[in-house]
């Protein structure tokens, strides 16, 4: 049987240690598409992580008296208290790097169109300004896009039940919510004078799911609808770099607000507490709109892993590790 785990503990560091023990002792033995022909292969389980209390028992500073959580600068120049281990030296360069900010502010997202090689995506991007598809897909695949048939419009029982195809003056017409109408009395490809269009050259409407899950939770605090995407299936099932982040679903449960979050692929030892430092602040800003606590962070992996070329640290930082 593949390895699948649970584990449920109070704060993101000791979730975390827990993590590496059990995808250390029982993770499956499994190559991955980054390694090389030396690296032994990765440990990898299928997890799932309930923090009880996400933002308690944060990192604190050795050097204060009267042990402070530690400020961590980022080069922004913004301060965070750290919530994980101070072992975690990946954590706290994640921080100092901009990390957060990346995420929930965008501060890279330009790189996404101004740099030729790096950024191909980010998480604020995908989270804030979702589109499925956009300008750097086309370098993947391209797209044509037919124009509908009016065969198509005109037998679409949905469309004439809400009446935006109904007859007007002996002519089939298609309202759409824009205010525009289309005669049917021919082909939308011969009005329009085209039958097909690249994908690419649409400039699809950003969506800002954060601000529109907020709306749903405010008018329906019990909405099981509430969540966010990332994938673009048009594009990321055939890049070699597609995002590990998937899916945020929101829920308000005994008056605290729980955020759950799906990852197709993760770094356990160099990524998920700085990952984790980020999701909780998206949760942290959500619950701040709507007036309401903060409740469990819930973190599910389809892979997470340790890289083989990793083990030997992970295997020393467990030893040196007093809980």
């Not at 160099?270 to 949760?283: F, T």
Request: aromatic content about 10%.
């Amino acid at each position: 049987m593949a390895s699948i785990a649970f584990i449920e503990e109070d704060d993101i560091g000791s979730a975390w240690i827990s993590a590496l023990r059990k995808v250390l002792s029982d993770g499956d033995d499994i190559k991955t598409e980054y390694d090389s022909d030396t690296d032994f292969p990765a440990k990898d389980s299928t997890v799932l992580i309930c923090v009880r209390n996400p933002f308690s028992n944060p990192i604190l500073n050795k050097h204060s008296k009267e042990e402070k959580p530690l400020k961590v600068r980022s080069k922004a120049g913004n301060s965070y208290e750290a919530y994980g281990r101070i072992e975690d030296i990946f954590l706290i360069g994640s921080i100092q790097s901009n990390y957060i900010e990346e995420v929930l502010d965008g501060i890279n997202d330009h790189y996404i169109t101004q740099s030729a090689k790096s950024f191909p995506y980010s998480y604020h991007d995908r989270i804030y300004s979702y589109a499925p598809f956009a300008l750097e897909d086309s370098l993947l695949k391209e797209y044509s896009v037919p124009l509908y048939e009016n065969e198509e419009i005109a037998n679409h029982e949905k469309l004439k039940y809400k009446e935006t195809v109904k007859e007007i003056n002996g002519n089939l017409v298609w309202k759409l919510q824009d205010g525009i109408e289309i005669v049917l009395d021919k082909e939308i490809s011969e009005t329009y004078g085209i039958k097909k269009l690249p994908l690419s050259i649409l400039n699809f409407p950003k969506v800002n799911q954060i601000e529109l899950l907020i709306q749903k939770l405010q008018k329906n605090p019990y909405t099981r609808r509430a969540q966010a995407i990332t994938w673009r299936p048009y594009s990321d099932i055939i890049t070699d770099d597609p995002p590990c982040l998937q899916r945020l679903y929101f829920r308000v449960k005994n008056g605290k607000l729980l955020l759950q979050t799906t990852w197709r692929s993760r770094d356990l030892f160099k990524a998920w507490e700085a990952n984790v430092n980020a999701m909780i602040r998206i949760q942290k800003y959500v619950a701040d709109q709507l007036g309401l606590e903060i409740g469990e962070y819930i973190d599910f992996s389809n892979s997470l892993h340790i890289y083989g070329r990793d083990i030997k640290d992970v295997t020393k930082l467990l030893a040196e590790i007093k809980d």
